[in-house]
């Protein structure tokens, strides 16, 4: 194995006799580490909090069969997969955010701002109050939804060649009618039917279990090893359609592509929990922003993702404690002050 030292901190490592390269930027990774630490301590911390509290010591014991079955059910089957589902969650939407911002150029470029979460939602909703069916055919609803949200964004904003502003005000325009769309569905819907809707639209944990968090982790093992196939041409649509294609990268194929990568890391996230807003918005920004990269940052963007829903969701459970707000409430509030001091430093800019 040999290594190129390259400027601003960055490495390419060959591997498996130089037909294997791979780059490595210094200061990101020890954001990447300094993320997943904070991920981890967090999560050790989370799963001893709750109305039954518990000790490290009883949580290990959970694990390794010495600790009643009461205590085993409460670390095993009730608060990890909601540990577990949050992380996870975080960095699919983070990931999915990083791909749109990319693609866009713009910070502002994220799924829950263009309507891509919204139509996974309002595809969900259908699922669920009008045609009826189960978790998986709520996720095949989501995807549906999102993928038709973002078919009908890229339809209304193409004119000779998509342009990331004109795309993401087509977006907010589409979002906005598909929330209205989801309060009518909402309102026409039975009583038990809307409030159960209502409180899923908020974007929750509090019902999660491994039912839902298995099938997401498995989404997004199928998913991001894509991604990481795409992330070159990523990263090379950002220099410009002309740039990419002199470089070998087809930029609709690429784009058709990883749009539907990001709508399907969205898409699992809706139907296990409900639209949640911001992260994929906020998470890649700041990932840049520690890690001081020239673009958006894949392994960055996903773990500031997971540090921040675990965080939020955290947060959700103890603020109004024993009373568990949807981490969605959380989200929203502080990507709403990060939405507006994005606002503020563009206008800046310009």
């Known amino acids: 194995m040999s290594a190129v030292i390259l400027p601003a901190g960055t490495r390419v490592l060959r591997l498996a006799g130089g037909r294997l390269s791979l780059r490595v930027d210094r200061r990101g990774t020890v954001v990447v580490l300094a993320l997943t630490g904070f991920v981890l301590g967090l999560a050790a911390l989370a799963v001893t909090l709750g109305e039954y509290p518990l000790t490290l010591g009883q949580i290990v014991g959970a694990f390794a069969g010495t600790e009643s079955d009461g205590v085993r059910r409460i670390v095993v089957d009730g608060r990890l997969p909601r540990i577990v589902m949050a992380a996870v969650a975080g960095a699919a939407l983070a990931l999915s955010g990083a791909i749109f911002q990319s693609m866009t150029r713009n910070p502002l470029g994220s799924p829950d701002i263009i309507g891509f979460t919204t139509g996974a939602y309002t595809g969900a909703l259908l699922v669920t109050l009008v045609v009826g069916g189960n978790y998986i055919a709520q996720a095949w609803g989501a995807l549906a939804g999102g993928l038709a949200a973002a078919i009908l964004v890229y339809v209304l904003a193409y004119t000779r060649g998509v342009q990331g502003f004109r795309l993401i005000v087509?977006?907010?325009?589409?979002?906005?009618?598909?929330?209205?769309?989801?309060?009518?569905?909402?309102?026409?819907?039975?009583?038990?039917?809307?409030?159960?809707?209502?409180?899923?639209?908020?974007?929750?944990?509090?019902?999660?279990?491994?039912?839902?968090?298995?099938?997401?982790?498995?989404?997004?093992?199928?998913?991001?090893?894509?991604?990481?196939?795409?992330?070159?041409?990523?990263?090379?649509?950002?220099?410009?359609?002309?740039?990419?294609?002199?470089?070998?990268?087809?930029?609709?194929?690429?784009?058709?592509?990883?749009?539907?990568?990001?709508?399907?890391?969205?898409?699992?996230?809706?139907?296990?929990?409900?639209?949640?807003?911001?992260?994929?918005?906020?998470?890649?920004?700041?990932?840049?922003?520690?890690?001081?990269?020239?673009?958006?940052?894949?392994?960055?963007?996903?773990?500031?993702?997971?540090?921040?829903?675990l965080a939020s969701d955290v947060l959700a459970q103890r603020l109004l404690a024993p009373t568990q707000l949807p981490v969605g409430v959380i989200t929203v509030c502080v990507g709403g002050v990060y939405l507006v001091a994005l606002l503020i430093s563009q206008a800046r800019r310009q």
């Not at 410009?240 to 294609?245: N, V």
């Not at 990268?249 to 929990?273: F, K, M």
């Open 170 to 309: 087509v977006g907010i325009a589409v979002s906005a009618m598909l929330h209205a769309v989801n309060g009518w569905l909402i309102l026409r819907a039975r009583l038990e039917e809307a409030l159960a809707a209502a409180t899923w639209g908020a974007g929750s944990f509090n019902e999660v279990g491994w039912r839902e968090t298995v099938p997401v982790l498995v989404a997004v093992a199928v998913l991001v090893p894509l991604l990481v196939v795409f992330a070159r041409p990523l990263a090379l649509l950002e220099m410009g359609d002309d740039a990419a294609r002199s470089l070998g990268v087809r930029p609709e194929v690429t784009r058709g592509i990883l749009l539907v990568v990001g709508v399907a890391l969205v898409a699992a996230i809706t139907a296990a929990a409900g639209p949640i807003s911001f992260v994929a918005l906020a998470a890649p920004q700041l990932a840049r922003r520690l890690a001081r990269s020239a673009g958006v940052s894949l392994l960055p963007s996903a773990a500031m993702g997971a540090a921040l829903l």
